[in-house]
């Protein structure tokens, strides 16, 4: 697959800035030691299910020194609908007991000391050095990953690969939001299932060789909907078919019940 040129990744962000000029993280968050929380929790869960558990949870410590008040146990029981959410309890408790200890209550602005602390890689740490301190880092989770690898962007077998060919392809004024633009694309237009390519306005740029057409979402909602009345039998055999609304399937045929 041959690689964006120079004036096709700068065309790529330019549209990506045309149609979100401010993009931002869909994690709620107060100040940096919030965001470094959500980001932390977000681990392997949504951004959806983080935020049902941050607003009570920042109301009751939103800084490190109080977080450490509130304690493992009721840290756990606060965010307990999170995947591994003892894991994560602990490591917040601990992080912001070295917070309070080695930088004052703050969160430090540099990538060693933030990847130090635990729970923290270094996906969190660029997050965090993006977000709350404008630097122009790229985060790669799983969206990103996808969204660099299936355009052809930027290739890469891990996700440090995949960061070191985004900074290298992504234009210097478009590195700040690069993060962002790459995660919502891939979130609501570039899915991992049934990418809406007739909708992507990075279509033509895109190296990807399996996009979808305008037919084909239609006829996969048919299929869910059709499997989802027990037609699978059918589909089978004619896969463009699907029954009318309150038909069954009976000796080979549709009929009413
Ligand atoms: S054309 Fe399709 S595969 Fe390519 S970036 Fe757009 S949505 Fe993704």
């Not at 869960?45 to 920042?58: E, M």
């Not at 977000?131 to 930027?154: C, K, Q, S, W, Y």
């Amino acid at each position: 697959m041959a690689g964006f040129s120079d004036s096709e990744a700068r065309e790529f962000y330019r549209r990506m800035a045309a149609a979100r000029p401010e993009p931002a993280t869909e994690l709620g968050y107060r100040n940096p030691f919030t965001l470094l929380v959500a980001v932390v929790l977000s681990a392997q869960a949504t951004d959806v299910g983080v935020n049902k558990v941050t607003p009570a949870l920042f109301a009751l410590a939103d800084t490190p020194a109080k977080m450490l008040a509130l304690g493992e146990e009721r840290l756990s029981s606060l965010i307990r609908t999170i995947g591994l959410y003892r894991t994560k309890a602990k490591n917040l408790i601990a992080l912001s007991r070295i917070l309070v200890e080695q930088y004052g209550g703050e969160v430090p602005r540099r990538r060693e000391a933030l990847e130090a602390l635990p729970g923290v890689g270094r996906k969190t740490a660029n997050i965090v050095l993006n977000e709350a301190f404008g630097e122009p880092t790229i985060a790669v989770d799983t969206h990103v990953f996808r969204v660099a690898n299936r355009t052809g962007l930027a290739p890469g077998k891990t996700p440090r690969a995949v960061e070191q060919a985004l900074l290298a392809v992504t234009p210097p004024e478009y590195r700040r939001h690069a993060h962002h633009w790459l995660v919502l694309h891939g979130r609501y237009v570039c899915t991992a299932k049934n990418p809406r390519c007739p909708q992507c306005i990075v279509a033509d740029l895109c190296r990807y060789e399996a996009k979808t057409t305008a037919a084909e979402p239609l006829a996969a909602r048919r299929r869910r909907a059709a499997r989802a009345r027990g037609a699978s039998a059918l589909l089978a055999e004619r896969p463009d078919e699907t029954p009318a609304a309150g038909l069954t399937r009976r000796r080979g045929r549709w009929s009413r019940p």
